[in-house]
């Protein structure tokens, strides 16, 4: 039998199997965390941190891979410089950290690698990859702008004082524009402690590049404004780091208030003082004063005027000249005029005018007016003095008896136009260079109001002869406890004549018209009966005064029959002066007895 022979021979092959896988990182935290970040725009990354790139290879086949060549232009990956090699399930990585900027960045890195088996059969690898961040840049700028004009015009007025604006026309206005001038979206607020900002101006998400815008209407208000705006966002990128961006922005406008203030002023003694006197009466000036006036214009406002005018009807202000305009700071304008003093109560109106025009072209004329006032003291006072009712200025005056009384009246009146205070009425008795015998009036009354009067009175006996005496009437002008003037003085005098009447007859007897006879006694002359008879009577004016209507009766020897009674009146009417005789006849029958 032949035994079968086994011969036995083993084969071997290695079934290869290349395979290499790559894959591009980006880190934004320092290496910590890495992102394949394949499409844009990748993880956000705020400036402060600079990006981390990963390339790795990874040989997950079961053959080594020589010669890996990686193509990383745009990003020198330190390693991959080299061609590589790696063994069956083996791994490599190189890296790179690029410097910061904002904006998208996209990188790409290839590679390249090739197996050939032991029958020359070649594989070959061509890889690509791609990773993107995106530099975040949040930037947000606001501005304000106001408009004095309805919102026609709008101005930065980054500084004062800014436009100018008049109350009562127009409130001012603010625009607010809010740019996200950064390449994110922002989420910002805006706020102004002045304004109440409407929720569609105050809050809300703006894209990059785009603006929010409001307007808002204010609140006038006097002098330099300022509101200042603060918009404000906070961004958050891809690794968790936040940043706060803010903007502000003011805008100035000045509350114009265009404002002048006209003082006038007067003065009796030359400008040595000056009263305000705006209202009546004013001070009490005599005539004679050294009467001025004194405007002053002053610019009691918050802005320049110009345009200047004043005007007061009762003076001539032609030598006061006026600047073109006038500031708030400026000293007032002063201008003194000389003034014509009148009697009574004397009043002035100044006025002054002044122009104004704010940024917009809006006017104001602010205008001013003052009134001062005098019055013009004329005190007077007069005195009118009677005698027994009679103004008697002249000699004689009125006849008086001897021994009667005398009534003197002193009428007083004030005929000036203020009040008379302290009147006094004296009189000289007679007798003005004596004053021991003066003696004074009894009046009711010491004060005398404007056109006031009274009546003083004083009673004596009448003496002989002429008679003169002088009333003195004393007062001092006073209103209240000011004295106006000096104290014054007026006299009148009045006269009367103290008679004395008196008269003496002498009666004569005559038988022939020759010889007479002052038989006082009986029997007197014998005259035979039935012979004519001659009486002559010599009449003697022995008072100081003409007597008149002198008449001389004769009882005819028969007291109570008056019926045969001889009646004679003098020569001239029967008037005989003082000291004169006068003489009358009458003839008859002697009877017997």
């Given amino acids: 039998h032949a035994s079968p022979i086994t011969i036995t021979e083993s084969a071997s092959y290695f079934g290869a199997s290349p395979m290499l896988s790559m894959e591009l990182e980006v880190s934004i935290n320092g290496g910590t965390t890495w992102i394949p970040a394949d499409s844009a725009p990748g993880p956000s990354l705020l400036s402060g941190t600079n990006p981390q790139y990963r390339l790795t290879l990874t040989n997950s086949g079961n053959v080594r891979i020589e010669n890996i060549l990686v193509n990383d232009d745009e990003l020198p990956l330190a390693g991959c410089d080299v061609p590589i090699s790696l063994n069956a399930g083996a791994q490599t990585s190189c890296t790179v950290t690029k410097t910061w900027s904002s904006g998208q960045h996209h990188y790409s890195v290839s590679s390249a690698a090739s197996f050939t088996d ?155 003082t000056w009263q305000d006197a705006d209202s009546t009466p004013g001070p009490y000036l005599l005539s004679g004063s050294n009467l001025q006036f004194k405007l002053v214009l002053d610019n009691t406002g918050n802005v320049d005027v110009s345009t200047l005018a004043w005007n007061d009807p009762g003076l001539n202000l032609t030598s006061c000249s006026l600047p073109g305009s006038l500031t708030p700071s400026a000293e007032p304008v002063v201008c003194i005029v000389t003034g014509t003093w009148a009697s009574g109560q004397v009043s002035f109106t100044a006025s002054a005018s002044a122009a104004y025009l704010d940024t917009a072209g809006h006017t104001a004329s602010p205008a001013d007016s003052d009134q001062t006032h005098y019055f013009g003291a004329a005190p007077g006072v007069s005195i009118t003095k009677n005698t027994n009712g009679l103004d008697a200025n002249t000699e004689p005056g009125p006849y008086i008896l001897v021994g009667d009384q005398v009534t003197w009246t002193y009428e007083i009146t004030n005929t000036g136009n203020v009040p008379l205070t302290a009147i006094n009425v004296s009189d000289d008795n007679g007798t003005p260079a004596i004053t021991s015998d003066d003696f004074d009036a009894v009046c009711d009354q010491s004060i005398l109001p404007v056109a006031g009067s009274q009546v003083c009175s004083k009673t004596g006996i009448a003496v002989a002869g002429q008679y003169g005496n002088t009333g003195t009437v004393s007062t001092q002008p006073k209103i209240g406890e000011f004295p106006v003037g000096l104290p014054l003085e007026h006299q009148d005098t009045s006269h009367y004549f103290g008679a004395q009447v008196s008269l003496t007859l002498e009666k004569f007897v005559s038988l022939d018209g020759n010889i007479w006879l002052d038989a006082n006694d009986a029997p007197g002359p014998f005259i035979e009966a039935g012979h004519a008879v001659e009486w002559e009577y010599v009449v003697t004016n022995t008072s100081n005064i003409p007597l008149t209507g002198i008449t001389i009766t004769d009882d005819n020897g028969t007291p109570l029959d008056s019926s045969d009674d001889y009646h004679c009146m003098i020569p001239g009417h029967g008037e005989l002066g003082p000291g004169n005789s006068s003489t009358c006849n009458q003839t008859d029958f002697a009877s017997v007895g």
């Fill in 118 to 272: 032991s029958s020359g059969n070649l594989w070959t690898s061509n890889l690509a990859d791609d990773v993107n961040y995106f530099g975040a840049a949040p930037g947000l700028n606001l501005s304000k702008d106001v408009s004095v004009d309805g919102g026609g015009n709008w101005l930065p007025a980054d500084s004062a004082p800014g436009p100018y604006l008049l109350n009562g026309i127009v409130a001012p206005q603010y625009r607010l524009t809010l740019t996200n001038s950064g390449n994110v979206d922002l989420p910002a607020t805006i706020s102004d402690p002045a304004l109440t900002l409407p929720p569609e101006c105050s809050t809300g998400v703006i894209a990059a590049g785009l603006s929010r815008q409001c307007t808002v209407t204010g609140v006038w208000a006097p002098g330099s404004r300022l509101n200042t705006a603060q918009a404000s966002s906070t961004y958050t990128d891809t690794a968790g780091t936040q940043r706060i961006v803010s903007s502000d922005n003011s805008a100035y406008y000045f509350g114009a208030i265009p404002q002048i203030d006209l003082e006038e002023f007067v003065s009796g003694d030359g400008g040595a």
